[in-house]
């Protein structure tokens, strides 16, 4: 009973743990249809201005127009911006296998593979008819399984490839459509039905595990595990190709699969090699399926952050960050509920008494509940950074974070324009159009920060909500002309003189988005999002341009430093 207690603890502390594992976000290569309410970007030129407009002109014709010099460009010129991406997507990687792990804990928890594991270990020693025998076969099917989960992690990858992927991660219809999965994942998991697999093809596959022998029968048997658990693995395992989708990794969805295999392959090759572990194992019962339904809680919860994603991409503007908020707090103060037995499902038995276990664990769910609740008014709310839509879209705040933001007349239409279309960073008056945004920072003599942004970009909202509300990373965030630069914007069309080719991208860039990302690219050698450029009226970087830094006082010396190499440079000029 204890061991039992403790294992239902641990797998729903990993319940929590897995919901909040981070989300990376890379540059789309996407070519999403729009709408008929496209709006269309126009070329801006005024007199004054001319000779900014023109460092932009010439530096795009000559990094993207010219198809033999464009791959020449990134090799050659951006090296420190490539090698910082690089460990952006070690890290992303990481965070990826660590999620499979978790998912493959709580997979070995469902109520169609815990029970399975003494069978399965008793099946090896009468078959292999010693102990040696029966650890060697063990480690076999464990390999297996991993096997297995790797090769279907690995077909994902060379259906969808890169550019595939990238889209995944921010095309707003398959946003839409994760949210919808994951949904359907939840109701299953709260026991509304079950996600099953053609009986015919898994009798199949259970025939060969039993008519075959050596090493293809271990296989076999190792496959008809995946399948027949597929109703209670199905969700986990979608959710983190949904996950490992989103990031934009190539290996993403093979990592993934690898680190769940391999928590889902331990527990049996362990119960193998140490019997001991297997009898201590707590007995099956109901407290499996108040995993499950935990887990359903949680599914449904992550699947928000995709339908905000979608209302993002689309501009519905009505999945506001409160109502996204107050769905978060309702469904964890269920949870509280279901896990004091207030609240039962058609599969849950009959609850006698709370045990100290889920005792703290609802506490730990109300709180969060409650923890949430100043957000509706403006709180950061900084656990949710990322998941929830950034703070702009908040419709009510108390707190006066608008008051530093930079003033800008109105002689630039496209910003007029624009700012009905984008959110403004909270305490700050962007450029979202590279042109105007340059033009006036030649008029103000100020240095610009090109920010490449997107909708769906999670550390970008992070960014905006933890560290650029420090007042310090304010301050100087307004000594520059800040220009947010959108590679997912799909509704703002580019005029027909400003559409190329990219080689990099290898698409037309037909959208504000595309020639955003075709920009960062062939310029600055990166796509990944957030990338910080401090640069002077000629593009070029002050200082090595960086990725996230979510540390305020680390990226307040960031900015500092371009602030100080771009003042170094004007002096000889006074």
Not at 75 to 87: G, I, L, N, R, T
Not at 128 to 149: E, M, N, P, R, W
Not at 214 to 231: D, E, N, R, Y
Not at 471 to 487: D, G, M, P, S, T
Request: hydrophobic share 45%; glycine share 8%.
């Amino acid at each position: 009973m204890r061991m039992k207690k403790i294992l239902l603890t641990l797998s729903l502390f990993f319940l929590f743990v897995i919901t909040f594992t981070g989300h990376g976000f890379a540059a789309t290569q996407s070519q999403d249809s729009t709408g008929t309410d496209d709006l269309v970007f126009t070329e801006v030129g005024s007199a004054q201005d001319s000779a900014a407009n023109n460092i932009v002109k010439d530096t795009v014709k000559k990094d993207t127009i010219e198809q033999g010099a464009t791959v020449q460009k990134v090799q050659d010129k951006p090296v420190a911006a490539v090698s910082s991406d690089e460990a952006d997507h070690k890290k992303t990687l990481w965070q990826t296998f660590i999620a499979g792990l978790v998912g493959g804990f709580l997979a070995f928890l469902m109520p169609c593979i815990f029970p399975m594991v003494p069978l399965t270990i008793s099946y090896f020693t009468k078959r292999a008819g010693s102990k040696t025998k029966g650890i060697g076969q063990a480690l076999i099917y464990g390999l297996s399984i991993i096997v297995i989960y790797v090769a279907f992690g690995l077909l994902i990858t060379v259906i969808f490839g890169s550019a595939g992927l990238n889209a995944l991660s921010s095309s707003g219809l398959f946003n839409f459509f994760f949210f919808i999965l994951l949904v359907v994942f939840a109701i299953s998991f709260f026991g509304a039905f079950e996600i099953t697999l053609p009986s015919s093809f898994v009798n199949k596959i259970d025939n060969k595990a039993d008519n075959s022998k050596g090493l293809g029968g271990i296989f076999f048997m190792a496959a008809s595990l995946a399948l027949v658990s597929f109703s209670c693995t199905g969700p986990i395992i979608g959710t983190l190709l949904v996950d490992a989708s989103s990031k934009g990794e190539l290996l993403a969805p093979a990592v993934g699969m690898f680190g769940f295999s391999l928590a889902l392959a331990l527990p049996f090759t362990l119960s193998a090699i140490f019997p001991g572990f297997l009898s201590s194992m707590p007995k099956s019962g109901g407290w499996l399926n108040s995993v499950k339904v935990c887990l359903g809680f949680l599914e449904l919860a992550l699947a928000l952050k995709f339908l905000s994603a979608a209302d993002l991409v689309w501009h519905w503007e009505w999945f506001d960050r409160e109502v996204f908020l107050v769905l978060w707090i309702v469904i964890f103060f269920l949870m509280g509920l279901y896990l004091l037995g207030k609240l039962k499902f058609s599969h849950d038995s009959d609850l006698p008494y709370v045990s100290v276990p889920r005792l703290f664990l609802a506490i730990f769910s109300f709180s969060f509940a409650v923890y949430m609740v100043p957000g509706l008014w403006g709180a950061p709310v900084s656990v949710l950074s990322g998941l929830a839509p950034p703070m702009n879209t908040q419709d009510f705040i108390l707190s006066g974070n608008g008051s530093s933001e930079t003033k800008v007349d109105n002689e630039f239409p496209s910003k007029v324009k624009y700012d009905n279309v984008f959110k403004k960073p909270i305490g700050f008056n962007p450029f979202f159009d590279l042109e105007e945004g340059l033009a006036y920072a030649k008029k103000v003599n100020k240095p610009v920060m090109i920010d490449f942004t997107g909708w769906s970009c999670v550390n970008c909202r992070k960014m905006e909500d933890n560290v650029w509300i420090n007042a310090e990373v304010k301050r100087i965030i307004n000594e520059y002309v800040l220009i947010q630069l959108y590679v997912d914007e799909r509704k703002i069309k580019m005029p027909k003189e400003k559409v190329h080719y990219s080689e990099i991208l290898r698409t037309t860039t037909d959208d504000l988005g595309k020639w955003n990302g075709d920009f960062q690219a062939t310029k600055y050698g990166s796509n990944s999002q957030p990338f910080y450029v401090l640069a002077g009226y000629d593009l070029n970087p002050l200082v090595k341009p960086q990725g996230a830094i979510f540390d305020a006082k680390e990226y307040a010396a960031y900015l500092q430093s371009g602030l100080d190499k771009f003042k170094q440079a004007e002096k000889p000029n006074e």
